[in-house]
Each structure stands twice: as C-alpha cells, then as structure tokens.
C-alpha cells in the first residue's frame, strides 16, 4: 500500500512537472517577442544562477530557466510547445546530437542558446565566419587590415555576461573600418582548432598575421585599450614647431606625407585605422592642439585650433596638396583624401604593390591605361637633374590630368631584374644629357607591352623632349595600334623592406610569440608534469651514467693493469735516439703488454749490428717526434727462432720455414703493435726474393708489392749492406697512409735464445 502510494505522489509530481507554464518560468506572456524572451532569460539567468544565488533551490530553478529558454527560444520548437505542451526537457534527442568540448565544467553545462535560436540576427551573427573565410580574406589582409575574432557558444554564462560590451566594441571597430569576425565554437570547429581556442569566450586581434588575445577584465576601457594596442608605436609621428620641417622633407623615401591635428594626447582608432591601411603609401604625423609647442605650425599653414584637421603634402612642402577640415573628421571623407592623393607627383616604382597601384592592368587597347616611367639610377650623384627635370615636367604637363596616363621613375641598379627585362628595342641614347623612358601598357598582372622614347629625356632640349613624349602618348592612347614590345615582368625588390637581419629577428620574434601563445594555453598542472618528467628522464640518465662510470671504475681496480707505459724514444738530455734490444726482460714491455702504438724492430746480427743500427736511427729519428713509437733491433743470431715462429704463425703454420738463413732476413724491419695483435713488414730485396721462391708466402705475410716484377728470376745476387735499409723512408710513409697491409696473428711467439 505504501508502494502505491509513493507511486502515485511521483505521477503526479512528474504531471506537474511536465506541465508547468513556460512562459510563467520566464514571467512573460504568450505573445511576447523572441526580443523580450531573450532578455527576460538573461535577467532571471543571472539572478538564479548558483554561484551568484545562495538559495538552496537556486539550482533547480536555473535549471528550469535554461529549459524554458531551450524551447522558447526557437521558434519551431516554441510552436510544438503552443500546440502540443511539450518541452524541451521531454524531447527526443536525435543520436548523433553535437557534443560541446566547452560544456564541461559548471558554468557550461547548461544550454544558454544566446547566438543560435532566436528569431533575426544579432550583432554577433552578423560577422560570421569559417576556415576558408579566414584563411582567404582575413588572415591575408591583416598586414593592412587588422581583425577583431570573437568566439563564442550556446553554454556560455560569460558570454552572455560580456556580449552587450562585445557588441558595442564590435560596432565601434566596424564604424572605424576594422575587420571583425565572430564564429561558434563548436559549429566552425575547423576555425577553432586552427586558432586553437582552448575556452569561451576568446577575444583575440589579428594584426600582420599575428594573433593577440585578450587577457584581463572585460570592461569598456579595457577592450578599447585592447584594440588600440595592438597597432604598432612608430604608425604615428610626434610633430612640433621643432620637428615638422624635417617630417615634411621626407618625401624623399617615396612617401607622401599625412599632418593631422587633433585636440588630444592619444590617437583613436579613428586615425590608427586608415593610417595602419596606408603605412605602405603615406607617413603619417601628428598635432596636438592642447599644447604651445606648435604655434608656429599652425599659424603657418592656418589651423583651427578648434577643428580637426587633415593636410596632405608631396614634394611641395610650403603648400597642402589636399586639405579636409571638420568639427570631427569622418571615416568616409578621410579615406576619399587619403586615397586620392597617396602618391607623390613623381612616384618610384619601389615594390610591387606601388607598381600595380600606380600601374593597373587594362586588358582593352581602347581603354588601356599607359604608365610613362624614367630610368635613373641611385648611385649616381647626376640623377638629381633628370629626376628634377622630369618632375618640372609632369607638374606642368596637362597629361597629368589624365586618368589613362601616370607618370613614374625608376631606379636601374636597385632593379635590375625587371629592368633587364625590357632589354629588347632599346635605342635610346646613354650619354650625360640624356635618360631612358619607357611606356607601359600593363594587360594582366605581369603581362607588359612596352615601347622605348626613341630619343630618351634629353635635358639639354627639354622642349624636343616634351614634345615627343606628348605625341607618342596621345597617339596610343586614340589608336588601338600595338606597343612595339611584349614581357613577362619578374617581382619588383621592395626597396622599403628591413635588412635581412632585422627580418631575421621580427621571424624569431614571431615564432617566440606563437611559442607563447601555445604554452599559454595549458594550466600550470601540464607544466608541472612536463618538468617533473623531464627531471625524471635526465636523472635518470645521469644516476644511470653515474653508476656505470663507477662500476667501470671498480672493475678497472679489481683488474691488474697489464699494459706497460711506452718507453721514451729520445734521451731528454742528449738529445739522442733510444734503441731498445729485445731480449725477454724487454719483450713484455715492448711487445707482449705494450701501450697502443708501435714498436719499430730492425733484424740484426752481430756482423751487422753496428752498421744498420746507425743507419736505421738516422732513418728513423724524424720518427721520434711521435709519443706512439718506440724503436728497437732484435739479434738473430740469438733469437732467430723466435722470427720464424712469428711467420710460421702469420701463414698458420702452413709452411716449414726451418731452412731459413739469418743472412737473408737482415735488414727486415717490423712495426709491431702488441696490444692489437698484427705488424707491419719491411724486407730488402733478398728476402723477398727467397721468399717468392718459397711457394709465394709472401702473399700471405704482405712481403711482396704489387708493383714487384717476377722477371727478376731465381738466382740471388748480394745485396751491399748499405743498400738494405734505402727503401725504409717510403716504407714508413706508406704505414702512416694505411696502404700497406696489416699481417695479423692470434699471439705473440715466446721470445727464446734459439
């Protein structure tokens, strides 16, 4: 009984529950607007929310609100609810419905909806974008058209909390002529992981390919700030009384110059807009009128104090070119001087840019636009005078006023490349007197048809000049007739660009600041573990090291040293070579347990000991300057047997070698390195000989080269004794190059008086 009826109090709160009054939840009527819904909801949002409301039935009653607004919020599902008395609560989700990765912790969790139901469009939809738009037209742009991106979604209690201050930032921005872009977090999914946003909301500027995200509290001065800072410092000139002459003199860099007067200390995102989009074009310079330090200034180019005020100067620096004055200059009227008079009177075609700008394409002959462009060069001191010339000439010219015609000059030896490229028809003179000139008719991007001025710019018949000029340009520009010449033009150099070294560090700079970003975007528990593990890995490493080189150490005193030092090769005090006798109390220290090196042995006996010896220490005694080498002689009239055991060994005891004379060994000379187990043989010609008629053990022990000749035949003639050690020089040269091979022996014979 007691079942039954707990079962029926539970029906029946269900039946309350699924029947309770939306529209009460949220204290509007049934005909109110999607407007008037969307602000009731973020009103009772905040007031329930559970971090803001310590009722203990705030949490149901947020609850509650975020359902209502769920279905009232859309229009089809507010409709079911009008004619069916379902919620959003009750309704079937489809199985493939969309995880959001920012609904994770509390405040996410549940479903807000502010950007994606309601009936229109707000502020934020507006400026949607995706990948592709971002990559194509705004990531492009930002060296001349910085980007506010603002990323949001439906689970976002911060984003309904900041977005009446986003949406008058984003006015502002669009007012000032700032790109901006908006996109949900979790429907342009390909955008947020390629900015990799980490969390919502995200406010971030895009400037000159790099991005800057906002950190601190979202205020209006804050935002403001925010935008404002991302522009760079130099983008605006200081000017006074001091300093406005040599600003306006300038114009030599190919720039045309910008004076605005305003009455503050810091410049608005008013002025920072159009002059960022014009850097490449115009300096920009400005006045404050609050201050005394620009009364000459302003007296001298008649300022309002009490207006603001734009002056545009070329090469003219006593006259403005353009002047705009207003009690609040406006976007659209700044930009139309601005782009009306942003080149000098006599531009250089100095990058590409300035050239496609000065120079556009036109494909039709009877539209086609011609570009009149001066040859000059930088480097020479006489340039000035045509350059003066010419520009006289264009500031006189009624061509000028011709939209069809521009007039430029251009710099031979700082592009070489394209200049190079009009090679074909050139005829013009290339004395003192006179400068090439080129017409251009550009078709396409980098299509060109040209002609050469025939006679150049002769400043000596300045008058012949103008006159031809003029003829050959109005004949093209009423005729369809074809220039005479056609060219692929490469790039321009950008003759504005940093040296290469600063570039380098602006490079490095930008990968430390994309560095940043990233790390930036994990919590301080990542780096905790990062370090911890890489402590982990290297002390690991080095206890492990550690513990080897002391275990190594161990073994090595536990075992008893058995290589000998090397004895000294030369007597430190007479300066003399040290010839060292093998007999068995020297064997163990110069063969058997010798340090790595070598040994040098001459066979002897006693008939010749004395004699090779002193020619063998001569030999050798260069020799003596290397620590590796000790030097020797054997006797084999005492130790002959132990030489024969040593070829026996090198040939495997293959062959008897019992009938060998110790007159036909003297004179060898070995270089032994006992502590590798092989040795080197030198051995005059009778040795060899002997030995080669000795079915060809010679191959086997390296005694004969390659270059010996068996047309020598068998028959042994004496050799003088002083002719045994000639060939001992090349032999030992030969060592050191590695050319002559290594005879190898399992070990050491035992050295034993025969």
Aim: proline fraction near 3%; glycine fraction near 4%.
């Amino acid at each position: 009984m007691k079942i039954a009826y707990l079962f029926l109090i539970a029906c029946l709160c269900a039946g309350s529950a699924s029947t309770e009054n939306l529209y009460k939840v949220l204290g509007v009527s049934k005909t109110a607007t999607q407007k008037e819904i969307k602000k009731a909801y973020k009103e009772m949002a905040r007031e329930w929310h559970p971090d803001k409301n310590s009722d203990e039935n705030a949490a149901d009653r947020f609850t509650k609100i975020n359902e209502a607004y769920e279905t009232l919020g859309d229009s089809n599902k507010r409709d079911q609810y009008d004619r069916f008395g379902y919620t959003a609560a009750r309704e079937q989700k489809p199985s493939h419905e969309y995880h959001n990765p920012f609904g994770n912790d509390f405040f996410r969790g549940f479903n807000f909806n502010f950007n994606g139901n309601q009936q229109g469009e707000s502020v934020i939809e507006k400026f949607n974008i995706n990948l592709r738009a971002y990559e194509t037209k705004i990531l492009p742009e930002s060296d001349r058209k910085p980007c506010f991106l603002y990323t949001y979604t439906d689970f976002c209690f911060d984003c309904a909390r900041i977005e009446h201050l986003v949406e008058k930032l984003i006015r502002d921005l669009e007012d000032v002529g700032i790109c901006v872009g908006t996109f949900h977090a979790g429907r342009a999914r390909s955008l947020t992981g390629a900015l990799r946003i980490e969390r919502v909301p995200t406010l971030i500027m895009l400037i000159n390919g790099q991005l800057t995200t906002f950190r601190g509290s979202v205020n209006t001065a804050g935002l403001n700030n925010f935008a404002r800072g991302v522009f760079p410092k130099n983008l605006f000139t200081k000017i006074n009384d001091g300093n406005f002459q040599d600003f306006l003199d300038g114009w030599n860099d190919n720039h045309v110059r910008a004076l605005l007067f305003i009455r503050r200390e810091e410049i608005s995102m008013r002025f920072l807009a159009p002059a960022f989009y014009h850097k490449e074009f115009i300096k920009f310079g400005y006045v404050n009128l609050w201050t005394n330090e620009n009364s000459n200034l302003t007296k001298k180019y008649n300022v309002n104090r009490y207006r603001e005020t734009l002056l545009m100067f070329n090469e003219d620096t006593q006259t403005p070119v353009a002047t705009l004055v207003m009690p609040q200059l406006s976007r659209s009227t700044m930009e139309e001087v601005l782009i009306a008079n942003r080149f000098i009177t006599l531009p250089r075609l100095s990058s590409q840019r300035r050239f496609e700008e000065i120079c556009p394409e036109e494909m039709k002959a009877k539209r086609r636009r011609l570009c009149v462009v001066l040859v000059t060069k930088k480097s020479e001191t006489g340039n000035e005078k045509f350059l003066n010339s010419f520009r006289k000439y264009v500031q006189s010219s009624s061509l000028t006023r011709n939209e069809r015609v521009k007039f430029a000059y251009i710099y031979e030896d700082t592009q070489k490349n394209v200049i190079q490229s009009f090679s074909k028809g050139d005829t013009s003179g290339t004395d003192d007197t006179q400068s090439k000139v080129i017409i251009l008719w550009r078709m396409e991007k980098n299509h060109l048809s040209y002609n050469w001025l025939s006679k150049g710019w002769d400043i000596d018949n300045i008058q012949d000049s103008r006159n031809h000029l003029e003829d050959q340009v109005k004949h093209l520009l009423n005729s369809d007739q074809s220039l005479a010449y056609r060219v692929i033009l490469p790039e321009f150099n950008n003759e504005h660009a940093l040296h290469l070294i600063i570039r380098i560090f602006y490079k490095l700079w930008s990968w430390g600041e994309k560095v940043y970003h990233y790390l930036a975007t994990y919590d301080a528990i990542t780096y905790i573990t990062v370090i911890m593990s890489l402590f982990l890995m290297f002390g690991m490493g080095f206890f492990l090291q550690k513990m080897a080189s002391i275990e190594e150490e161990q073994i090595r005193e536990t075992i008893p040293k058995r290589c000998k030092p090397r004895p000294p090769s030369v007597n430190t005090t007479t300066k003399c070579i040290n010839l060292y006798e093998l007999r068995p109390e020297t064997y163990e220290e110069l063969v058997t347990n010798s340090e790595t090196g070598l040994t040098v042995i001459a066979l002897v006996d006693e008939d010749t000991k004395k004699f090779l010896l002193e020619e063998f220490g001569k030999l050798v005694y260069p020799l003596t300057r290397y620590s590796g080498l000790t030097f020797g002689f054997v006797n084999l009239d005492l130790y002959m047997g132990w030489y024969r055991h040593l070829l026996e060994e090198s040939v495997d005891k293959k062959i008897d070698l019992t009938n060998m004379k110790v007159k036909n060994c003297i004179g060898t000379v070995l270089a032994i390195n006992g502590h590798r187990n092989y040795y080197y043989i030198y051995h005059p010609r009778p040795a060899r000989k002997w030995i080669r008629n000795t079915d060809k053990v010679s191959r086997a022990v390296g005694f004969v080269d390659t270059d010996d000749s068996d047309s020598d035949g068998n028959k042994e003639t004496p050799v003088a004794i002083e002719k045994l050690l000639k060939g001992l020089t090349d032999w030992t040269d030969r060592v050191f190059d590695g050319s002559i091979p290594k005879v190898r022996i399992p070990c050491w014979p035992e050295l034993a008086i025969k």
